[in-house]
């Protein structure tokens, strides 16, 4: 998989980077220096700005193209693609944005990419929280022997390629390979294997073969969803495949777990082009009706009908799914710091964030407990977005029992600590691994406190399984891939409750056990550490990984490292 180069452009230019970056933020090494990446970023938005407002609009593809052809060094495939999806979205971006260029790339990059013309990048909005007093905060008590415990199973970053062809190229020089249209290899390079890639997506077979072993080896009561079923190859994807896609996806679920309640939220590779999600105010050919009216007829065996009007609206809604147990499935790609068309305006997408208020209010009235699903992490998305998810979920902690998300294809968690309190934690970002062969595939089973009057639903604990895809293809067609526990947080971590307050100090002992570090870094990327990430990971990887832990906010120095 390629780097993620965050961003290296604005506007038409940055649709090259959109395009080819992996979803994974946070990295042990970068492959480019920050400040390359902000000297390209105010170029690019200077030089767009300026073609627009001379009348040379149709010159700013040409520009893209070029920048992606010799600075990227991509296909001429790639780039025409790229440039063609993304020109709709970068065009109105250009032509609404408020800020200047050393302001749009220090929202985007972070405080050092900026003039600072804008005291703390000023793009957060007033989140209207209700005047009903914060309840005094609890400590959270343990369940009592024998009671009763739910068990959801988690599914992150399936990203199937419906193309995928055995015996094609796996390393043919785009960013992602295992098609017939990739070219067939001499002998001497690789080819795609039956059960997938790691330079690839997942061939629909491996998904469906997965499914099956989920359902015939483990029981659930519940099912999360946290975002992305299309491929990568963003350059040439249609509407139409991705909701073929989702079609097909739905189809393993009613196949393989039928009865089984689905909680589904919005990938950033669910919408065409990639990372694309226009508010309502966008209409016509560029609005997400083409999207959100098809995930409605999809989705709409798991979803109360009442919801309806919030997925057409925004791909967001709630629904309880129990006594005392409520979800909310969040569309965090608003907030995705790719999503160009919220240059024209910052404020609360859709008023997404006000309607999760009114949602965590009413639940609070109730004495209901809410899991919130989301696919980009908080700390994933641009910062306004991050820190009003912060404020919500630290004004409603005694309700949100939970935060479950993914994008990132790596095993991972992030603790919310009180910054009034810095020893104190009152929230937990469980992060699950993908399904797609980035490393070894993944999914999660968290044993939850639940099923009974006064339940916390709380997760206790969970499960993390894998197969060996090396592994897996030399065994061959004929042999079924080989899941098995890869951890659990009891045994693996010696905490015998996955409550918030447990996380912290779990990071705080990682600080002091180096052994016990090292075996979340061998977890984190599923057993599989990538060539060009450190074997070991110590001093400064390390230091980035703790202070990760401990920053649920974006760009946040607020707490200790």
């Known amino acids: 998989m390629r780097r993620h180069w965050l961003l290296s452009g604005v506007c038409v230019t940055l649709a090259v980077a959109a395009a080819l970056s992996a979803p994974l933020r946070f990295q042990s090494g970068r492959a480019v220096s920050i400040n390359l990446e902000c000297d390209v970023c105010k170029t690019g938005v200077a030089l767009a700005r300026r ?3 001379e009348g040379k609009n149709s010159l700013v593809p040409e520009v ?3 920048i992606c052809l010799y600075s990227y060094k991509e296909a001429p495939q790639v780039c025409d693609g790229v440039v063609k999806l ?3 979205m970068f065009m109105y971006a250009l032509d609404h944005v408020y800020l200047d260029p050393d302001d749009v790339c220090g929202q985007y990059l972070g405080a050092g990419c900026s003039n600072a013309s804008i005291p703390q990048f000023d793009y957060f909005w007033n989140i209207s929280l209700p005047p009903n007093p914060k309840p005094p905060v609890k400590p959270i008590s343990p369940p009592k ?5 739910l068990r959801i199973l988690h599914l992150s970053d399936v990203h199937i390629d419906a193309l995928y062809s055995v015996g094609a190229s796996a390393d043919c020089g785009l960013p992602t390979c295992c098609r017939r249209s990739d070219g067939m290899p001499p002998s001497s390079k690789r080819r795609a294997a039956y ?6 997506d997942l061939p629909w077979w491996t998904a469906d073969n997965s499914f099956k072993q989920i359902a015939r080896d483990r029981q659930f009561d519940l099912i999360y969803f946290t975002g992305d079923l299309p491929d990568h190859h963003v350059w040439e994807q249609t509407r139409q495949e991705e909701i073929a896609l989702y079609s097909g996806f739905t189809q393993l ?7 089984v309640p689905l909680v589904v939220a919005m990938g950033n590779h669910e919408s065409v082009p990639v990372n694309s999600f226009p508010p309502r105010y966008i209409v016509g050919n560029d609005s997400m009706d083409w999207l959100y009216t098809k995930v409605w007829q999809l989705l709409s065996p798991w979803i109360p ?3 309806k009007a919030n997925v057409l609206r925004g791909g967001y809604y709630t629904q309880l799914l129990r006594p005392g147990l409520r979800v909310v499935s969040l569309n965090m790609n608003y907030g995705g710091d790719l999503n160009w068309w919220l240059l024209g305006n910052l404020t609360d997408p859709d008023g997404q964030y006000q309607w999760f208020i009114d949602v965590l209010q009413r639940a609070e009235d109730s004495g209901e407990k809410v899991h919130v699903l989301g696919h980009i992490p908080p700390n994933g998305v641009i910062k306004g977005y991050s820190w009003n998810y912060f404020k919500i ?14 994008h990132t294809h790596l095993d991972n968690f992030a603790v919310m600590l009180d910054p009034a309190n810095q020893t104190r934690a009152f929230g937990t970002i469980y992060v699950s691994g993908s399904l797609k062969t980035s490393q070894n595939p993944s999914y999660r089973i968290y044993e939850v406190d639940g099923n009974y009057s006064g339940a916390s639903f709380q997760v206790l604990s969970y499960s993390n399984y894998i197969f060996n895809l090396t592994e897996a293809n030399l065994a061959g067609q004929g042999r079924e891939p080989v899941w098995f526990l890869e951890y659990n947080t009891t045994s693996a971590y010696d905490m015998q409750l996955a409550f918030p307050q447990s996380w912290a100090d779990l990071v705080r002992r990682f600080e002091s056990d180096d052994s016990l570090f090292q075996k979340f870094y061998r977890f984190h990327y599923k057993l599989n550490v990538p060539s060009d990430q450190p074997s070991v990971c110590t001093g400064n990887c390390k230091r980035k990984f703790i202070c990760h832990f401990r920053n649920a906010r974006k760009h946040d120095k607020t707490f200790p490292c």
């Open 195 to 200: 059960w997938g890639d790691y330079n690839c």
């Open 51 to 53: 073609l627009l407002d």
């Open 86 to 88: 993304w020109q709709p």
């Open 305 to 307: 009908a009442d919801q």
């Open 145 to 149: 022997s024998g009671a009763p415990r």
């Open 393 to 406: 979920a630290e004004r409603y902690e005694s309700t949100i029992a939970g935060h479950f998300f993914g």
């Open 253 to 259: 679920v009613q196949k393989y777990f039928p009865g």
């Open 64 to 66: 893209a193209r070029i």
